[in-house]
């Protein structure tokens, strides 16, 4: 795998609120699952930010 096709962002056209909650504020790589989840590239935990 090239470091070109781990920089890639999901396609534009949906509601962007439902995968923002998976870009890691830390490093921003998106995640492939739905938060609460665990950055794969640096471990930052994201959470949903809808509690609170
Ligand atoms: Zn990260």
Known sequence: MTP?????VP????????WLARVC??????AD???PTVCQRCGTRLETGDQG
């Open 4 to 8: 070109e096709e781990r920089e890639q």
């Open 11 to 18: 396609d534009e056209g949906g509601d962007p609120a439902c």
């Open 25 to 30: 504020p830390e490093c921003g790589l998106v």
């Open 33 to 35: 699952v739905d938060p």
